[in-house]
């Protein structure tokens, strides 16, 4: 009797054992695709806090355009010539964006961080010519002449759409020679990043231009609130000029249009010629017109976040959207 009841025991004991088992490899394959699913849901929730940010920040430029830039504006930290007191003069209402907004908000259970910058501080890769990306390392940067040239040249033939490379310049055939890792793209630039690949560009080159480059916006370089560096790279501007339109600035003096500027400049820059001229037009701005709104969201307790990139220009007293991308 002892023995039987002895293995009863132990049966009940392998049972419980077996049925615990069980259970636990479906609690486990339960977990598994519970995981997925939440982090998907996670992901959803955070790209909604980062379009919420994007949201605000729109509400923000066209509230400055409906002449509510001073009550915004009013607690930003500020020295010297303040971005109000500019705007006022200039009529630009979107200069320095980032004093317009809280760059950190939470509501409810999301919450964004927000960077916003004009798009005219910054040399649009996918719409500069040779002469831009020339002066841009050779000016701005101290380049060597040659050097400057030659990733200028290797620039154009990464976004160019033909495998024929210009006389400086490199094409698949050449990275190929050279058992360089990437392969140029033959299309625009899809990030900045990309500009590390190019033939004859440099750890070093790279991280000192990589702040002055963009791939977003219309390429327009705003004269009013660039920095030298980006001025530079300008047709036709020279040195002499960039340094005077800075001191000018530093000054408080700001030109609202291509004939103003030419008439302050008149003894450090000659204006250019005809073609010269319509080219130089098309690259310039005089205020801050696109703004790029980089908007990090998340929910709380969430480690997932979600990054969403928009370009809004102004029009009127709206800020359309021009430009999307998530990360």
Known sequence: MKSRNGFILIAALWLIVALSAVGLDAALR???????????????????????GTEYV??????????????????????GLSARQISAQMGDTWRAPHELIDAHKIFGDLEFNI????????VN???????????????????????ADRIGQAILDWRDE?????????????????????????????TVEEVRYVMHMTPEIFEMIRPYLTVVGSGR??????????????????????????????????????GEMFTLLARAYRQP???????????????????????????????????????VARAGDSAPIMWRKFE
């Open 58 to 79: 729109r509400s923000r430029l066209t509230a400055a355009l409906l002449d509510r830039e001073a009550e915004l504006r009013s607690q930003a930290p500020r020295g």
């Open 221 to 258: 370089i705003n004269i009013n609130a660039a920095p030298e560096q980006v001025l530079l790279s300008l047709p036709t501007f020279t040195p002499t000029a960039v340094a005077e339109l800075i001191r000018m600035r530093n000054s408080g003096t700001y030109p609202a249009n291509a």
């Open 125 to 147: 890769i996918n719409d500069a010519n040779i002469e831009m990306f020339r002066n841009l390392l050779a000016q701005g940067f101290r380049i060597d002449a040659a050097v």
């Open 162 to 190: 033909n495998e024929d490379p210009r006389i400086n310049g490199a094409e698949a055939a050449q990275y190929i020679a050279e058992k360089m890792p990437v392969l140029p793209r033959n299309q625009r630039f899809a």
């Open 273 to 311: 010629e005809a073609t010269a001229l319509q080219d130089l037009n098309r690259r310039i701005t005089f205020a801050t017109n696109e703004v790029e709104i980089v908007a990090a969201g998340r929910a709380a307790g969430s480690p997932r976040s979600a990054i969403v990139r928009t370009v």
């Open 30 to 52: 339960s977990r598994a695709e519970r995981v997925p699913a939440m982090n998907q849901l996670d992901l959803a929730r955070a790209r909604e806090a980062a379009l919420a």
């Open 115 to 122: 960077d916003v910058h004009d798009t005219g501080l910054a």
